[in-house]
Each structure stands twice: as C-alpha cells, then as structure tokens.
C-alpha cells in the first residue's frame, strides 16, 4: 500500500477528529486497506482525498471503521444475573428513575435489550436510557429498528413476541413501546464530554478494539460519570485489570461498582 498510514491517521483526525492512534494499529489498519483496495485505490494519501469528495466513501469509511458487531441478549446469562441481581440492587440504592447510559450503542440491540427487561418492572414513561456511538449511520439503522432473526437469536421468546412484528421471512421491526425508552444521540468515547451521575454504564465489547492507554482513559471517565455506588457492565472479554486503580470494584462477574 503506497503513501503513510501516520500521515492518513493524522489527515483523518484533522478531518473527523477521529483519532486512529487509539485503536489497536494492526487490526484498523487491515480493516481500512481492505476498504481502500475495494475501491480500486493504491495509496493512502488517494483515498484520502476520495473521503474528502465523495460523501457516500466518507460514510461509509465511518461506518466500516467503527465496531457494529452486535446482537440482542448477548450472553444471555448475565441479563438473568442483571434481572436478578443488579436491577434490584440499583433499585435499591438508586430509586425506581434510574439514569442509564448504553455506550457505543451501535444498531441499539443492548438499549432496546434493557428497555424490554425493565418494561417487566416499570411503566412505560419511567424508563429513559440515555444510547450513544460515533456512527450517525447504525444509530439511523437503530431508530429505524428492523433487525435480522440473526441478531435475536438469543432473545427471550416472551420479548420477540409481545415487541416484535415479523416484516419477511428473517426481518422484524421492534415496537414504537421498546423505541420510546431510548433516547440516541452521537458519541466519540474519546473526545466529548460524558454524562454525569449515571447509575448504570453499559459499555460491552467495545474497549477490546481501543489500546491500553485509551482504554484507561474511558474506564476513568465512566467512573467520573458514575455516582458513587453506580455500576458498569462490560463485556464478557473486557475484565478490567486492576480496577482498584480505577477507583472501581468488581462487584459481580462483568459489573464493575465505582468506589
């Protein structure tokens, strides 16, 4: 591949303040050559300026760079520990109107998975979940809410047949019910300011992409984002070494309490 990939990183940044130096180099990188060979382009610094120009690249850069692997009820045991445990523990300690953040959201399927466990506990208007990631594109995909049967396949049954109407042979569309308990807005985990006083985090799966460093950087942020006693909940590859550190606790398998 001809051209610098520092100079690309660094015209990137200056273009969408994107900061490629923070995602672990060898798998981005290999992701944005496939993208650029796919266009018949040979160098960096072309395509580039084909992002520049071309509207439909750039977008379609954003959505290709950014992690949209995604999927309803993923590990679906720890939504039963999150049913059984630590709801009525935030319930507890935090009352009944909790504020939620679903970091790097993607197409929604982790929002729209706890709005449809809490509709068991709360009425309808008394659930907000606060969802965010820096891709316009999947969060357009998770307003929209169509979803192929791929994705629920680990859903409960009770919740794809009272929130799911069948559109095809392998599409659904999730209800306006489950829609109205999420609240999307843009994102960069790594620029903009976040939230505060949150009693609940959901970032799954996300920071095993990010380098030590900016991993740290997030982690210290949710905290601050955090009450004191809030939880955050990970993904089941994303142990947080030395939590202490980060002034959090390992509260259950996945769940992170800040202290």
Excluded at 150 to 163: G, M, N, R
Aim: positive net charge.
């Amino acid at each position: 591949m001809l051209g610098s990939y520092e100079v690309f990183k660094q015209s990137i940044y200056g273009l969408t303040k994107i900061d490629l130096n923070s995602y672990k180099e060898r798998q981005m990188k290999r992701r944005i050559e496939a993208l650029i060979s796919k266009h018949g382009i040979t160098s960096f610094s072309e395509y580039f300026e084909k992002l520049k120009t071309d509207k439909a690249a750039f977008e379609e850069f954003i959505n290709y760079i950014t992690i949209n692997v995604s999927e309803f009820y993923r590990n679906p045991e720890q939504w039963t520990l999150l049913e059984q445990e630590i709801l009525p523990y935030l319930f507890d300690n935090f009352g009944r109107n909790l504020k939620i953040w679903s970091a790097a959201c993607s197409t929604g399927d982790e929002p729209y998975s706890l709005a449809m466990l809490l509709l068991k506990m709360l009425p309808h208007n008394k659930i907000k979940i606060y969802a965010t990631d820096i891709d316009k594109l999947v969060m357009e995909k998770a307003k929209i809410g169509l979803y192929h049967e791929k994705s629920l396949k680990s859903l409960p049954e009770e919740f794809l047949k009272k929130y799911f109407t069948k559109v095809n042979d392998r599409t659904y569309q999730i209800s306006d019910v489950v829609k109205d308990c999420v609240e999307f807005n843009q994102h960069d985990l790594l620029k903009d300011s976040y939230p505060k006083d949150c009693d609940i985090i959901i970032c799954r799966n996300v920071l095993i992409y990010f380098t030590d460093d900016a991993k740290n950087q997030i982690y210290k942020k949710f905290n601050q984002s955090l009450k004191n006693g809030g939880l955050l909940f990970v993904g089941s590859t994303e142990q947080i070494i030395q939590a202490q550190q980060l002034n959090f606790h390992n509260f259950k398998s996945f769940f992170y309490k800040k202290i």
